[in-house]
């Protein structure tokens, strides 16, 4: 299994209009397309005007497949625009990562 630990910090104050915007135009594609996160989730106390969502895919190829039929997708496309013009997003950062075999990711 290979997990893609996806962490993005969010201009100050704009995390709730991500997620509807999210939850709007871009879940329902992108699930369509890659299955239910793992989990997806923004922080309660800490780092603030962040989020992290995680996906789980068989191998590197599983997901290079599902990310590329993504953004093939008009509707993920259209999301994605909205996202880019909304200057939400300050920073991204992704990890692929692999779980320990003592501590296997049961899905």
Not at 23 to 29: L, P, T, V, Y
Not at 49 to 67: F, Q, S
Request: positive net charge.
């Amino acid at each position: 299994m290979l997990v893609d630990h996806r962490y993005y910090h969010i201009k100050p104050g704009m995390v709730g209009a991500h997620l509807d915007l999210y939850e709007k135009h871009g879940f329902a594609a992108q699930t369509r397309h890659l299955g239910q996160p793992l989990a997806y989730m923004y922080t309660e106390s800490g780092e603030v005007n962040t989020l992290v969502h995680i996906w789980c895919y068989e191998d590197p190829g599983d997901r290079m497949a599902k990310r590329a039929a993504m953004w093939k997708d008009p509707e993920w496309q259209s999301y994605a625009k909205q996202m880019a013009d909304s200057g939400y997003l300050v920073s991204q950062k992704n990890n692929l990562m692999l779980p320990a075999k003592f501590a296997p990711i049961k899905r």
